[in-house]
């Protein structure tokens, strides 16, 4: 909330619809509510950290939907037919412990797996564009200009050669027509 803003206040009743008070004088309570702002979250963000692809998703950790086959629950692993079936305390626990051991698992594994790999794969897309701009663009745009009087000639090939005998077979081609009839 800015400074200077004023408060607007709200009325807000607290009692139950199945209260009843004999005294109906009784002041309700009234409480200072802030009026709701769309941009106050925004406030301190600039454009940069807006358009940051470092900026971490906290809600939406797969927007790509890269891992969509990792969704995996109890009923998509264990599953008992009608005719052959466990107690009801058996199942709800096998629940219990499959959901919770899925979770504590991973995050055990995250902890410490999360961190390293983060690093490695962060010093590997590092190099790799590292290379890619250093040496491999270089490389290929002098491939290029090494390589343009080729790229002249097979245009000129094409144009006087290949694109005559194919406009032609076209053209040639063009005129037929197939008609299929039921007999």
Same mark, same amino acid.
């Given at each position: 909330m800015m400074k200077g803003e004023d408060l607007e206040e709200v009325e807000i009743n607290l009692r139950d619809s199945s209260d009843s008070f004999d005294n109906e004088d009784e002041p309700q309570r009234l409480w200072k509510a802030p009026l709701a702002l769309e941009d106050e979250e925004n406030i301190h963000t600039s454009t940069l950290v807006e358009?940051?692809?470092?900026?971490?998703?906290l809600n939406i950790r797969d927007? +790509?939907? &890269?891992?969509?086959?990792?969704?995996?629950?109890f009923e998509d692993v264990i599953a008992e037919p009608v005719t052959v079936r466990s107690g009801d305390r058996v199942w709800i626990w096998s629940n219990a412990?499959? =959901? $919770?051991?899925?979770? /504590?698992?991973?995050?055990?594994i995250t902890v410490l %797996?999360? &961190?390293?790999?983060? &690093? #490695?794969?962060?010093?590997?897309f590092s190099v790799l564009s590292c290379f890619h701009i250093w040496m491999v663009a270089p490389c290929?745009?002098?491939?290029?200009? @090494?390589? +343009? /009087?080729?790229?002249? %000639? /097979?245009?000129?090939? %094409?144009? &006087?050669? $290949? +694109?005559? #005998?194919?406009?032609?077979? @076209? +053209?040639?081609?063009?005129?037929?027509?197939?008609? %299929?009839?039921? =007999?």
């Open positions: 358009i940051s692809d470092t900026k971490p998703l927007p +790509r939907a &890269i891992n969509d086959c990792l969704k995996v629950t412990l499959f =959901e $919770v051991s899925r979770v /504590w698992i991973y995050r055990i %797996l999360a &961190i390293p790999m983060s &690093i #490695i794969s962060g010093v590997l290929i745009q002098c491939m290029f200009i @090494g390589t +343009r /009087w080729l790229q002249s %000639l /097979w245009n000129i090939v %094409l144009d &006087i050669i $290949v +694109r005559p #005998i194919f406009t032609s077979a @076209g +053209r040639c081609c063009g005129g037929f027509s197939i008609h %299929l009839a039921k =007999e």
